[in-house]
Nanobody, 120 residues
């Protein structure tokens, strides 16, 4: 089972960036998926989850209205569209298998992450 994120980078405050995560080694459409982020010096923070089949979504209050999660099961890919970015969004963003997963990298399946840095 493998999850690999891409699309991170540096963007100015107010800008946008789109992250992707490709899953392999399992049937992507059978699983809920999530994004979790970790800012420097802080613990992991759940960002959003999307439910398999229904595409029902949930967001943390800190990103609601600015971030949009989506998935394309035909290519086993999870996306995170991030708009109106703020410096406090700076973090390592990881995709994780499951709905609102345990915030521990040693539990479940996590990708290595992609860094997003938002400058003033």
């Amino acid at each position: 089972i493998r999850l690999v994120e891409s699309g991170g980078g540096e963007v100015q405050s107010g800008g946008s960036i789109r992250l992707s995560c490709v899953g392999s080694g399992f049937t992507f459409s059978d699983y809920d998926m999530s994004w979790v982020r970790q800012a420097p010096g802080k613990g992991p923070e759940w960002v959003t989850s999307i439910v398999r089949g229904t595409n029902f979504t949930m967001y943390s209050d800190s990103v609601k209205g600015r971030f949009t999660v989506s998935r394309d099961d035909t290519i086993q890919t999870l996306y995170l569209q991030m708009d109106n970015l703020k410096p406090e969004d700076t973090a390592l963003y990881s995709c994780v298998r499951g709905f609102r997963p345990a915030l521990r990298r040693d539990v479940g399946y996590w990708g290595p992450g992609t860094q997003v840095t938002v400058s003033l």
